[in-house]
């Protein structure tokens, strides 16, 4: 087992910059020792395991003391060296300090890239009990609603908390000048933000940092100034110029421009409603409430023994939290894998008891996810009523925010769609006055040829997401990847072939290469196989 490689899948689309992102050079055998060192009766590891995600390595450390504990080291992609680390260790001593919600000690880290490790790293405590995942479908609906309660009260403790400001939580040793902290504790202080949308430059391939605007991340007193670093990442993500053979859809750089600039007429309308400003001030809440989050006591699964992955925590306004729902409450297999089932069933035309059964244990799932939601939502409204508020506002008033830092990424016809929407229901959504941006009858009927395309790409990659079982970068599991291979290349293939007999309704090969949402079969041939 290499703990420096990247072995745990690759991906459809950028693989070469994904990969590049996870691959590590640091002394291992000297963060084995640091963690020997936290535990005065042992004197070395005797095994370990490695368990890699989106922006972090773990390695599970066996000791010769019988003890196990966490080291965890960042990749690049995490966000910007020592900031993330700091940020990310002093959430969770300020959480212990502040809540009593189960959260593993800390017991060595450094934020210092340069240290005799050659990279940042945190040693904790392995979390007593077992993931939430590996319990969930054996446990019965009853159990599944006493967990989601479970959960809410500790969602409850983070919607107390109070905060003077928006970004997030650092230490004071934090290398953050005077001019960019808030201060919070004592040994606390808010600083920048590190939600990814403010460093995209982090991102493995991507660079979309122009700097049309000067960095602007926090921390923020005002939701004002906050709305304003939406709008200044938006601008700062477009490129000099547009790039030739842009898909029509997407728009120039000076369109996409002038359509942020309205989203800023209309964000700064919509922050005077009241309705916005009861949810508008800082909260904290985990970015990554899921099931492989949550640790579970292994004799009681709905006795939370631990959450892990606080990195990149932030200080938000709560109507950006209000997409945001566990995988207790929503979790798609629970539904998908069954639809797959009976679907199949039904076209091979099987035994039709076998298609009733699965129609009859499809329906018991999904009124048991039904009830956890209802659940979820109930418990909000009890013990975090500003996050269910939040969830409770139509997504028309929401919208707008999330696209001002995201315009270039989705393009105009996306924020034409949002500014639309918000047109036409204006006075149905109580807005005083008259919408910032008015459509005249040419340009609806000019974007909806445009709309027609955006939508297409969107359900064209919705649909191999789930089709291939994709994460929503394209990224496979190395134990799946030959399989995947396989059948992107035929399904690449099939839409080729069917943009050939369509050229005659404005698609082109050249078009229909542009709208496939991942990389050519060509490229990742180069790749190579898993096996």
Not at 34 to 61: D, I, Q, T
Not at 246 to 259: F, K, M
Not at 300 to 306: L, Q, S
Not at 474 to 501: C, I, Q, S
Request: aromatic residues 10%.
């Amino acid at each position: 087992m290499d703990p420096y490689a990247y072995t745990s899948g690759r991906w459809l689309r950028n693989h070469a910059a994904e990969t590049a992102a996870r691959q590590l050079r640091f002394d291992f055998d000297g963060l084995c020792r640091r963690a020997v060192a936290c535990r005065p009766g042992a004197s070395k590891v005797v095994r370990w395991e490695k368990y890699e995600g989106s922006y972090n390595r773990a390695f599970v450390l066996h000791l010769d003391d019988g003890s196990t504990l966490v080291a965890r080291v960042p990749f690049s992609a995490a966000g910007p060296p020592r900031l993330v680390t700091n940020s990310e260790v002093a959430t969770m001593a300020y959480l212990r300090k502040m809540t009593s919600i189960p959260i593993p000690e800390v017991l060595d880290w450094s934020d210092d890239p340069l240290n005799p490790l050659k990279t940042e790293y945190i040693i904790m405590q392995h979390v007593e009990g077992v993931q939430l995942r590996d319990r969930w479908d054996a446990m019965s609906p009853q159990e599944h609603l006493l967990c989601v309660k479970s959960l809410a009260l500790l969602v409850k403790e983070m919607h107390l908390l109070q905060f003077p400001a928006y970004g997030s939580i650092y230490f004071d040793s934090a290398s953050v000048d005077a001019r960019h902290r808030i201060p919070l504790l004592d040994g606390f202080f808010i600083g920048p933000s590190l939600a990814h949308r403010y460093w995209a430059e982090c991102a493995p391939g991507e660079g979309r940092w122009y700097k049309r605007r000067q960095p602007n991340r926090g921390p923020w007193t005002t939701f004002e100034a906050f709305t304003q670093s939406l709008l200044d990442t938006g601008v700062s993500h477009f490129p000099p110029e547009t790039v030739p053979g842009t898909l029509e859809y997407y728009g120039t750089v000076e369109e996409n421009l002038e359509l942020l600039a309205t989203l800023g007429k209309v964000t700064a309308k919509l922050s005077k409603d009241p309705r916005i400003q009861m949810v508008s001030g800082p909260k904290l809440f985990h970015n990554d409430l899921h099931m492989r989050n949550i640790f579970v006591s292994h004799y009681d699964a709905t006795k939370i023994t631990g959450v892990i992955d606080w990195q990149s925590t932030t200080l938000d306004p709560v109507l950006l939290y209000a997409h945001m729902t566990p995988d207790l409450c929503t979790s798609p297999r629970f539904t998908e894998d069954l639809l797959e089932e009976g679907g199949e069933e039904e076209r091979n035309g099987d035994d039709v008891y076998e298609t009733a059964a699965t129609a009859a244990e499809r329906e018991k799932i999904q009124s048991d996810v039904d009830r956890c939601r209802k659940t979820w939502e109930l418990s909000l409204y009890v013990h975090a009523q500003k996050l269910h508020d939040a969830r409770a506002l139509d997504e028309a008033l929401l919208r707008p925010y999330r696209q001002c830092f995201s315009t270039w990424q989705y393009g105009a016809t996306a924020t034409r769609d949002v500014l639309k929407e918000l047109s036409a229901r204006w006075s149905e959504l109580a807005l005083p006055g008259q919408p910032p941006y008015q459509p005249t009858d040419e340009e609806l009927v000019h974007d909806a040829k445009r709309s027609e395309d955006f939508q297409a790409v969107l359900m064209l990659e919705k649909w191999h997401q789930h089709a291939l079982d994709l994460g929503s970068d394209g990224w496979v599991p190395t134990e799946r990847w030959d399989d995947v291979l396989e059948l992107h290349e035929e399904f690449y293939n099939n839409w080729m072939d069917a943009a050939r007999t369509a050229s005659d309704e404005g698609m082109s090969e050249e078009k229909a290469a542009k709208m496939w949402p991942f990389d050519p079969p060509v490229s990742l041939r180069q790749i190579g196989r898993a096996g």
